[in-house]
């Protein structure tokens, strides 16, 4: 007879951990991003800090959301 090994997959809430660490690294590269170009390649109208962090909030949310989906449709 084969024994099936047994195949421990973490907690759901395990992989959740890493989801707000995601959101902050991502929308502080995108601010550090916005900060060096206004730095850099000032423009008076267009302020890129503020751009660059609604762009990045839209892209941390978008991968939050696709992640909980993916953990949501995994078979268990």
């Given at each position: 007879m084969e024994e099936k090994?047994?195949?421990?997959r973490p907690s759901k809430w395990l992989a959740l951990i890493n989801i707000p660490i995601q959101m902050g690294l991502i929308i502080?590269?995108?601010?550090?991003f916005g900060d060096w170009l206004d730095e850099n390649h000032p423009h008076p109208k267009i302020y890129y800090n503020k751009i660059l962090v609604m762009l990045g909030v839209g892209v941390a949310?978008?991968?939050v959301i696709r992640q909980v989906n993916e953990i949501n449709n995994e078979k268990d």
């Amino acid at each position: 007879m084969e024994e099936k090994p047994n195949k421990k997959r973490p907690s759901k809430w395990l992989a959740l951990i890493n989801i707000p660490i995601q959101m902050g690294l991502i929308i502080f590269l995108f601010s550090y991003f916005g900060d060096w170009l206004d730095e850099n390649h000032p423009h008076p109208k267009i302020y890129y800090n503020k751009i660059l962090v609604m762009l990045g909030v839209g892209v941390a949310l978008y991968n939050v959301i696709r992640q909980v989906n993916e953990i949501n449709n995994e078979k268990d």
